[in-house]
Each structure stands twice: as C-alpha cells, then as structure tokens.
C-alpha cells in the first residue's frame, strides 16, 4: 500500500526558510508527478507548486513564487519542497501529494508556521 508523508515542518521567524520532504513508499512504480498543497485554518486546500516528473515542467502559486522551490522527483520518490523568505502567511499544513499509476496519494501533512 502506498504511503506518503511529508516531514521537515516546524516554527520559524519571518524571513528563514525551511526544507520540507516529502517520500511516497510501499510501491514498486515511480512517482510520475508531485504537488504541494497547503491548509490554514478556516481556509480552502490551497495548490503551492506542483512538478511533472516527465517533463520537469513546474507550476507555482503567485504567493510563493520566487520564495518557493519544488525539487525534481529522485529515484526514491523523494521530492522537496525550499522555502524562503516565509511570511506569516505562509503558516499552513502543507500536503503533498504523489501520484503513481494515474492515481493520487496523499499525506497526513507537516506544520509550518511563521510566526516572530
């Protein structure tokens, strides 16, 4: 059964960065595209950035870009998520999602918040 879970959330100050992971397991099948969601609370599931593992092709947010950086897909189904210059606004569960064989697994989510 294939799992996801998404590590590397924390509390930081305005400005610092953060590294999130996030690794898809319990399948013999390669992750074929990645995305990051984020959840605050009382808000909608947002879409943060998202990788196309084919094509390296990458989408982001206008929130985030030019803060975040989605990583390529390594062999291990590891992907990344960098996250510079946070905003108090940026503090969030942050999701992602694999997905293997045309369907998609979720994580429980990680963290973050920004927070002087």
């Known amino acids: 059964q294939v799992q996801v879970v998404e590590s590397g959330g924390g509390l930081v100050q305005p400005g610092e960065s953060l590294r999130l992971s996030c690794a898809a397991s319990?399948?013999?099948?390669?992750?074929?595209?990645m995305a990051w969601y984020r959840q605050a609370p009382g808000n909608r599931r947002e879409f943060v950035a998202a990788?196309?593992?084919?094509?390296?092709?990458?989408s982001y947010a206008d929130s985030v870009k030019g803060r975040f950086t989605i990583s390529s897909i390594a062999a291990n189904n590891t992907g990344y998520l960098t996250m510079n210059n946070l905003k108090p606004e940026d503090t969030a569960v942050y999701l992602c999602?694999?997905?293997?064989?045309?369907?998609?697994?979720w994580g429980q989510g990680t963290q973050v918040t920004v927070s002087s």
């Open positions: 990788i196309v593992g084919s094509t390296g092709a990458l």
């Open positions: 999602v694999a997905e293997l064989d045309y369907r998609n697994y």
């Open positions: 319990g399948s013999t099948l390669r992750v074929s595209n």
